[in-house]
């Protein structure tokens, strides 16, 4: 039976109901489980799989790429600990990858990490799709769209069919649009990767990660790497998480038109500048984000003038937390700053919308914005 995208995530990797039994079965807590005879079964030891992990990797499975066979999903510790997991598992000392230059803060480590293990790392701008220009004998293309913090959007598709015909594997860092923004695999990509901490499961009381595999090829590698380096989630993180997907649509849809609504009321605002949402039509990536995203996310970022006025403006937000990280219910926002590594000035603010009144949160950034300019 087709369903739509709510439905779905609600329904997601729910086992068939037993009688007497929970729609969603608690957690399992087991380092070992009973093992008489050869070790055949699924589950055999808490390193290597866990029946909360398994319904969880289905759900996100039907989410990432509902429909598609073959596709298997491994869930992580953390975004970084998958995000290390596809980078180290698939290239090798003597291979070339290429990364964006404007990604998430930590993507630096990972390049330093993979130039001493001997892999030639090139990087460029996501937008303009400048990635192309570094695919040139790759094994592999990381792609972020939109990116973190600057809300760059690159044509997924355009690159992936580049870097294939290339013989590279192309990996999408999905966690900003989150499966029901935006589908990689739909878009070419071999791997689509995802911190689960942010809009996925969007309470900001969880680490997770994932990476949904196109080929059970693909996924015995990264779950190998997972086993060797133990970087597995615990059973309450996956459960918590798997619970948390069936109001995905509901908080998606508050939180994207929430961050349209503080976007175009501070494209009215004179101290502001640099404003980027995907979703105004007149942002530089609109264009090729209307064509690949469903949804434009709950990240807007802004400059206001110098790190005093933007330090201001935090403090006076009242329904806004001065925090990092983004995609939780409760609105946040920080001078991205303040953490150095980012190519953003002292004033630049990554705010992340939640799902308060869409009213109240407009209000409360415009009375803070007016209290710091004064």
Not at 133 to 162: F, M, Q
Not at 265 to 276: I, P, Q
Not at 302 to 315: M, N, Q, V, Y
Request: a negative charge.
């Amino acid at each position: 039976m087709s369903t739509g995208e709510g439905t779905r995530a609600v329904r997601a990797g729910l086992p068939e109901p037993q009688k007497y039994e929970p729609t969603l079965p608690g957690p399992v807590f087991a380092a070992h489980y009973h093992l008489p005879g050869e070790p055949t079964g699924p589950y055999t030891y808490g390193r290597d799989s866990n029946p909360t992990w398994t319904l969880l990797e289905q759900a996100v499975g039907e989410l990432e790429a509902p429909g598609e066979t073959g596709v298997e999903t491994v869930v992580f510790a953390s975004g970084m600990a998958a995000v290390s997991a596809v980078l180290l598992s698939q290239v090798r000392a003597g291979d070339a990858v290429v990364l964006p230059d404007d990604g998430y803060q930590a993507l630096p480590l990972v390049r330093e990490q993979l130039e001493e293990y001997g892999v030639e790392v090139r990087t460029a701008p996501t937008g303009g799709d400048a990635q192309l220009a570094e695919l040139d004998g790759a094994k592999l293309l990381w792609i972020e769209t939109p990116s973190n913090p600057g809300l760059d959007v690159c044509d997924v598709r355009r690159l992936a069919d580049a870097a294939h015909a290339g013989g590279a594997l192309v990996a999408v860092d999905n966690t900003l649009a989150t499966p029901l923004g935006q589908r990689p695999l739909a878009l070419g990509a071999d791997f689509a990767v995802a911190s689960g901490t942010k809009g996925l499961t969007g309470h900001g009381d969880l680490l997770l990660g994932y990476v949904v595999c196109r080929t059970a090829e693909l996924a015995a590698r990264v779950r190998h790497w997972r086993k060797v380096v133990g970087a597995i989630p615990g059973p309450m993180e996956a459960w918590l998480a798997h619970r948390s997907l069936a109001t995905l649509q509901l908080r998606s849809d508050r939180q994207c038109a929430n961050a349209l609504a503080l976007a175009r009321a501070l494209a009215a605002r004179a101290e502001v500048t640099g404003l980027r949402y995907p979703g105004l039509p007149e942002d530089p990536s609109h264009k090729i984000a209307s064509e690949q995203m469903r949804r434009f996310g709950s990240v807007v970022s802004f400059d206001l003038p110098g790190r005093e006025h933007a330090e201001r403006f935090l403090a006076e937000a009242r329904l806004v937390d001065d925090a990092t990280s983004f995609g939780s219910v409760r609105s946040s926002a920080e001078r991205r700053g303040r953490w150095g590594g980012d190519a953003v000035s002292e004033g630049f603010i990554r705010f992340s919308a939640g799902v308060e009144d869409t009213d109240d949160l407009v209000a409360d950034v415009l009375r803070a914005l007016d209290a710091a300019a004064d």
